[in-house]
């Protein structure tokens, strides 16, 4: 397992969470969100032309991986989008808007 490179960017209307995945194809990256919680986790695969080729140096990273970013911020995870362009993956999370802050119900 390896841990890609990730920045999470705060601005005024939602949090950006990138994530370095180079190689990685999008259907073999999963994204889910449970208490505040943002998991990104997914799978990186060897280049098939590399198969039964003798290495002399190997630098780059394989294999599953996971990243689980808490998010301090009230986010509404349903108006959540992702975006992948060329190895670097978005995930913009809107802020809770101020009108939804005021009328949610305390907890105690």
């Given at each position: 397992?390896?841990?890609?490179?990730?920045?999470?960017?705060?601005?005024?209307?939602?949090?950006?969470?990138?994530?370095?995945?180079?190689?990685?194809?999008?259907?073999?990256?999963?994204?889910?969100?449970?208490?505040?919680?943002?998991?990104?986790?997914?799978?990186?695969?060897?280049?098939p032309d590399?198969?039964?080729?003798?290495?002399?140096?190997?630098?780059?990273?394989?294999?599953?991986f996971r990243?689980?970013?808490?998010?301090?911020?009230?986010?509404?995870?349903?108006?959540?989008?992702?975006?992948?362009?060329?190895?670097?993956?978005?995930?913009?999370?809107?802020?809770?808007?101020?009108?939804?802050?005021?009328?949610?119900?305390?907890?105690?």
């Amino acid at each position: 397992m390896y841990l890609p490179n990730i920045d999470v960017c705060e601005g005024p209307e939602d949090v950006v969470v990138m994530i370095e995945v180079p190689g990685v194809d999008r259907k073999d990256i999963q994204i889910s969100w449970k208490d505040n919680v943002l998991t990104i986790s997914g799978h990186k695969r060897p280049q098939p032309d590399a198969a039964g080729a003798k290495y002399v140096c190997v630098e780059r990273n394989y294999g599953p991986f996971r990243r689980e970013i808490v998010i301090g911020i009230p986010i509404d995870h349903r108006r959540a989008k992702a975006e992948l362009r060329e190895g670097l993956m978005k995930i913009r999370l809107p802020k809770v808007r101020e009108e939804q802050a005021r009328n949610a119900i305390p907890i105690e």
